[in-house]
């Protein structure tokens, strides 16, 4: 059975910091992401990171401010972000794809990414 647990979320305000983290079990060496939705928005692609964890892609956005790892031993994906800014408020989603390589262009497509996590809602006020 494939769980993905994220954790990590809160409120901070405009500037600070949060680190997400994505507890998975059930498969292992895909490519993951972390995905957001902001209410009255479609769900976006942010970073992903490919199963060995060796290359990575963030969107322009987030680009300098959120960086993408996994620790594939403790099978747990995370986000760093930093100088968060109001923009970045959403419910945040770890997700895994069917394959080990990633998607590379912006935006991230949702294609192949089969298991979702539940989110964890961030909220940064300004």
């Given amino acids: 059975q494939v769980q993905l647990v994220e954790s ?3 409120s ?26 902001a209410p009255g928005k479609e769900r976006e692609g942010v970073a992903v990171i490919s199963a060995r964890g060796d290359s990575t892609y963030s ?12 620790d594939n031993a403790k099978n747990t994906l ?4 930093n100088d968060l800014k109001p923009e970045d408020a959403a419910v945040y989603y770890c997700a895994a794809r069917v394959s080990s390589n990633c998607p590379t262009v912006e ?20």
């Fill in 8 to 10: 990590g979320g809160g």
């Fill in 12 to 37: 901070v305000q405009a500037g600070g910091s949060l680190r997400l983290s994505c507890e998975v079990s059930g498969l292992t060496y895909r490519c993951m992401g972390w995905f957001r939705q």
């Fill in 59 to 70: 969107i322009d956005s987030v680009k300098g401010r959120f960086t993408i790892s996994r």
């Fill in 78 to 81: 995370y986000l760093q972000m």
């Fill in 107 to 126: 935006p991230l497509s949702r294609t192949g990414f089969l298991y979702w996590g539940q989110g964890t809602q961030v909220t940064v006020s300004s």
